[in-house]
C-alpha cells in the first residue's frame, strides 16, 4: 500500500508501514531521492527567513541530506547534527532522551561539547523531515537550550497527523496517519 502526495512541487508515492496493529504512517525518506530533497529544502528555506536564525539543527538519520541541502542553498558555513551515540570524536558531549514513534524504545541524542559551544548564544532553527508526535523535536529543543541557544523556529517537510495543527511549527504540507487498510484516519 503507498499514499500519493505532492511534496514541494514534486509528486511521491510513499509506502505505508504498520507501527501497531491499528497504526500505519507513510514512510517519507528522502535518503537516495536528490530531487525531492533539493525541492524540499527550497521550500523549507522560504518559510523561515534566514535573519531570523544563525545555525540550523537536526538530529541524524533521515534529515542529513535535507538539512545539508539547505546549508548549501543558503550559504550557510555550518550546521548542526545530533548523533544517536557519542563519537570518539566529540570531546566531552552533552545528551538529551529522545522518544520517537518509529523508535522502539527511547535513545539519546548527542551533541560535542565544541559544537555546543558555537551554539551558545545563537539563535537556532530545528530542521525535521516529518513531525509527529513532536517527541525527537522536543528533544532537540531541549538539546538546543542546553548548549545555551535559543530555538528560532522549527520547520518540517510533513507534519503529521495532529502535529498539522500545532501553532509552533512551520511545515510543507500535512501528512495523515492510516488504518490497517490504508484508509487516513478520521
Known amino acids: 500500500m503507498t499514499y500519493s502526495m505532492e511534496i514541494a512541487g514534486l509528486r511521491r508515492e510513499l509506502p505505508l508501514c504498520k507501527v501497531n496493529d ?14 525531492i ?4 529544502a527550497r521550500d523549507l528555506l522560504k518559510l ?4 531570523e536564525y544563525d545555525y540550523l539543527f537536526t538530529a541524524e538519520a533521515k534529515s542529513i ?24 570524536y566529540m570531546p566531552d558531549p552533552i545528551w538529551v532522551e529522545d522518544r520517537s514513534i518509529t523508535t522502539a524504545k527511547p535513545q539519546r541524542l548527542y551533541l560535542g561539547r565544541d559544537d555546543a559551544e558555537l551554539i551558545r548564544g545563537k539563535r537556532v532553527l530545528i530542521v525535521d523531515d516529518v513531525i ?13 537550550r542546553k548548549a545555551g541557544g535559543t530555538v528560532a523556529g522549527k520547520i518540517a ?3 503529521e497527523g495532529d502535529a498539522k495543527d500545532r501553532p509552533d511549527i512551520r511545515y510543507l504540507a500535512p501528512l495523515p496517519l492510516f488504518n490497517a487498510d490504508g484508509t487516513p484516519k478520521g
Open 65 to 88: 541530506p535535507l538539512i545539508h541541502e539547505m546549508a548549501r542553498q543558503s550559504g550557510a558555513a555550518k550546521y548542526f547534527i545530533a548523533r544517536k551515540g557519542p563519537k570518539a
Open 22 to 35: 491499528s497504526l500505519y504512517i507513510a514512510a517519507f525518506v528522502c535518503f537516495g531521492d536528490a530531487e
Open 157 to 159: 517537510v510533513l507534519a
Open 132 to 144: 509527529s508526535t513532536g517527541g525527537s523535536l522536543k528533544a532537540m529543543e531541549e538539546l538546543v
Open 48 to 51: 523561515v527567513p534566514a535573519s
Open 37 to 40: 530533497t533539493v525541492a524540499c
